[in-house]
């Protein structure tokens, strides 16, 4: 990540003549395995006052991808790229057709290989009907996490199907209410936040559909968790 930082301003020029405006927002960053391509991913404001998720690739500064929504009057819809895996599968949230927002995959045609850094990416609804849900993690074996939110307006952490909608699963969360999965490793560890029982957020890792509690005898209360490696875990007070 370091060595692009230099080059996250072409994140928001490649867009300016595009109909885009000043804000933008980097969420994500990878870089692929055999001819070490950077992509970054996140979202950019349209002069219609929304946002959409986009593409760059830091390699090649002409490759600038608004990646569109799940609806089709683009102007009247918002998207975000939250995070990018290293086979350039993207996953986010987007608005729908009918309003709701739900979790979205992006993802590029199998024969589309590295050599090819600007490739045709599709959009996919991950998301159920009826509930709002987003993605925030992918790993590189496709395993996609996030939240949901139930109809009586509680959080859940999610694991999503690339897909289809009906692949989504909720994980535990044995102590409260509220919970987000905010990442996942190579080996399908989780980690994120979930409430106990007086609704303060603590830092939990999920392993085999079982919660663990990182700080259950801490007061200290809400907490960020990262996942890295096989199953190294890094967190702070937000």
């Known amino acids: 990540r370091d060595s692009s ?17 000043g804000d933008s927002q980097e969420l994500g960053i990878t870089k692929t395995p055999s001819l070490s391509l950077i992509y970054t991913v996140g979202w950019v404001g349209k002069s219609v ?5 986009n593409l760059v690739c830091l390699s090649y500064p002409d490759c600038a991808k ?23 599968e993207i996953v986010g949230f987007s608005t729908t057709a ?8 992006w993802f590029s045609d199998p024969h589309d290989g590295e050599t090819i850094p600007c490739p045709v990416l599709f959009i996919r609804d991950i998301g159920p009907d009826g509930l709002h ?15 949901v939110v139930k109809a009586d307006g509680v959080e859940n952490a999610a694991v999503f199907s690339s897909t289809s909608p009906l692949g989504m699963t909720t994980l535990p969360n044995p102590g409260g209410r509220n919970s987000r999965a905010l990442g996942i490793n190579g080996v399908g560890t989780i980690v994120g936040w979930a409430e106990d029982s007086a609704g303060n957020r603590h830092a939990v890792v999920w392993r085999n559909n079982v919660m663990t509690d990182l700080n259950a005898n801490s007061a200290e209360g809400d907490r960020k968790s990262v996942v890295y490696g096989k199953g190294v875990y890094l967190g702070g007070r937000r």
């Open 98 to 105: 009918n309003g709701e927002t739900h979790a979205a995959f």
């Open 66 to 88: 608004d990646l569109g929504t799940l609806a089709t009057a683009l102007d009247k819809a918002d998207s975000q790229a939250n995070a990018i895996n290293s086979k350039r």
């Open 5 to 21: 930082l230099a080059n996250l301003n072409t994140f928001s020029q490649a867009f300016n003549a595009d109909g885009f405006v």
């Open 49 to 53: 006052g929304n946002r959409h998720a």
């Open 133 to 147: 849900s987003e993605a925030l993690a992918i790993n590189d074996k496709t395993q996609i996490v996030g939240y």
